[in-house]
């Protein structure tokens, strides 16, 4: 019953008590499931309020700043729905968790779902968890293309290949770029 506990009465009675600077809502986890009614993504098994307003109105009303947690580069459930969004290991087996930064993702949904909630909620600012320790090392069909584009070649699949250390440099590129 994910919100069913969130009320205006509790949240003001607790940041009253708290009185903090800021407050943060859990808007996205890793399992890719937003705890608010996204009509982007996908809103979390058993929600039955919309809490994330809840707490926007009260943080407004007693002036403290909106903050929300959003998983990036991992998300479980946006691999299971989209495959082809999936980082892939050298063998071509796609990740179970990690997105492609290469791949849709971010402009399909990550964007997408980050500015519905600017614009619904006028969120004070957010944490994007699960990045740059949650991004893998990828071998999928767009990360290999853009790699032959760059060196002509055939990207390396171990640590004991020639080009490793520029394929691993390629990849903190991506990200950074992401």
Sequence with gaps: AVGAETTAENIRELIE???PDWVQWDCKGHPGYASYPTEVGWPAPGLVADGLAV????????????????SGVIDE???AEHPEWAARNAEGEPSRRATSTFG????????PQLREV????????????????GAELDWSEPAVAAWRAQTG??????????DWEAWNDFQ???FLRY
């Excluded at 070649?153 to 020639?162: G, K």
Aim: charged share 35%; glycine share 6%.
């Design 17 to 19: 008590r708290v009185r």
């Design 55 to 70: 707490l926007r109105e009260v943080t407004r009303e007693l002036g403290v700043a909106l903050l929300i947690h959003y």
């Design 77 to 79: 459930k946006a691999v």
């Design 104 to 111: 849709p993702y971010v402009d399909e949904l990550m964007i």
């Design 118 to 133: 600017v614009e619904r909620y006028d969120i004070d600012g957010v944490w994007v968890d699960g990045d740059c320790w």
């Design 153 to 162: 070649t055939e990207p390396p699949t171990s640590p004991e290949d020639d």
């Design 172 to 174: 903190r590129e991506q």
